[in-house]
């Protein structure tokens, strides 16, 4: 199997956040940052956990730094395959997060292709909340998410909402849906 170029994985990726994320209203912050062209998207095609974390770090501060980007995603397509190695990276990334002082500025989401809630089992169509076609690590401005939470209305239901919807659906087509994001 050949692997994708870097553009293919953004333009899989924006497919996915436009009939996923936005088309599912799983963020229903996300629709004006995504139509106003607001999100950055970066492939990291890096293995080492180490040059990894470097790029986290430097969106970080490239963030800090340009207001015009409301929120960033990190796309790691190599490396990250597994599950638990995700969940590791995303662990030392919240840590690299705080040590570089930018806790309550910014904050991260984490989306993976074998993403599973803790204490469900993996077929269940709600753990699709949460699936991309590669692994993700979102940068959000808190701030930003703090507005956007006082803007809706029973904010906190968001989540349970998702997941009702999710399992609604049906894990054949949220399934469905996932892999014809892959196939751009």
């Known amino acids: 199997m050949v692997n994708p170029s870097e553009q293919t994985i953004v333009d899989q990726c924006r497919l996915w956040v436009a009939k996923v994320i936005v088309g599912m209203n799983f963020c229903p912050f996300a629709k004006p940052?995504?139509?106003s062209d607001a999100v950055s998207y970066s492939v990291i095609n890096e293995r080492s956990l180490e040059h990894c974390l470097q790029a986290l770090s430097d969106e970080l501060n490239r963030l800090y730094g340009d207001n015009s980007?409301?929120?960033s995603l990190l796309i790691y397509p190599v490396g990250f395959e597994a599950f638990d190695d995700y969940l590791e990276l995303a662990g030392i990334a919240d840590e690299l997060l705080i040590?570089?002082?930018f806790e309550g500025i910014f904050q991260l989401a984490t989306f993976h292709p074998d993403y599973c809630f803790d204490g469900e089992v993996y077929d269940d169509a709600a753990n699709y909340?949460?699936?991309?076609?590669?692994p993700i690590l979102h940068i959000l401005r808190e701030?930003?998410?703090e507005?956007?939470?006082e803007s809706v209305a029973n904010s906190d239901k968001i989540p349970n909402r998702n997941i009702e919807?999710?399992?609604a659906k049906g894990l054949v087509e949220m399934k469905a849906l996932l892999?014809?994001?892959k196939r751009t």
């Open 165 to 167: 919807f999710a399992r």
């Open 143 to 145: 701030a930003s998410v």
């Open 33 to 35: 940052v995504v139509e």
């Open 99 to 101: 040590e570089e002082g």
């Open 69 to 71: 980007v409301e929120t």
């Open 129 to 134: 909340t949460n699936r991309s076609p590669y």
């Open 179 to 181: 892999a014809d994001c």
């Open 147 to 149: 507005k956007a939470l």
